[in-house]
């Protein structure tokens, strides 16, 4: 549903191919953009928590954080990676104007119990 809202043009984004090692945000800092792994993999890292989480392509990254300011853990990329930056004011929007687009938001948080909890906190 994501992808297909990016071809449609409904969501204006910014593609990246990143090396790995990069940190695409820490925990703190403002979360101003999400990012959906096209290709590669990204270690996200949570304080208190001893394990990295691995992400792979298919996945957003940072939604989480979506209703807060500042982003609530790391994300590092693992390996080289291709990814599609989405601000999040223009997701904000999007999930205001494209209801299926918000209702598979949602299943998709659900989906993931170990973010879930962090993300109405």
């Known amino acids: 549903m994501l992808k297909k809202a990016i071809e449609e043009g409904k969501l204006h984004v910014m593609q990246h191919r990143l090396e790995a090692g990069t940190c695409l945000y820490r925990t703190g800092e403002p979360a101003e953009s999400f990012f959906l792994v096209l290709q590669g993999s ?7 928590l001893p394990e990295k989480t691995p992400v792979q392509q298919g996945h957003l990254i940072g939604l989480q954080d979506l209703m807060k300011e500042q982003h609530s ?11 599609v930056e989405i601000p999040k004011q223009e997701l904000l929007k999007a999930i205001q104007t494209i209801t299926p687009l918000r209702l598979y938001l949602i299943r998709l948080m659900s989906q993931q119990p170990n ?3 962090i993300a109405y906190e």
């Open 73 to 83: 853990h790391t994300a590092i990329l693992a390996e080289d990676a291709a990814l």
């Open 42 to 48: 990204v270690e996200v890292s949570t304080p208190g």
């Open 115 to 117: 973010l879930a909890g």
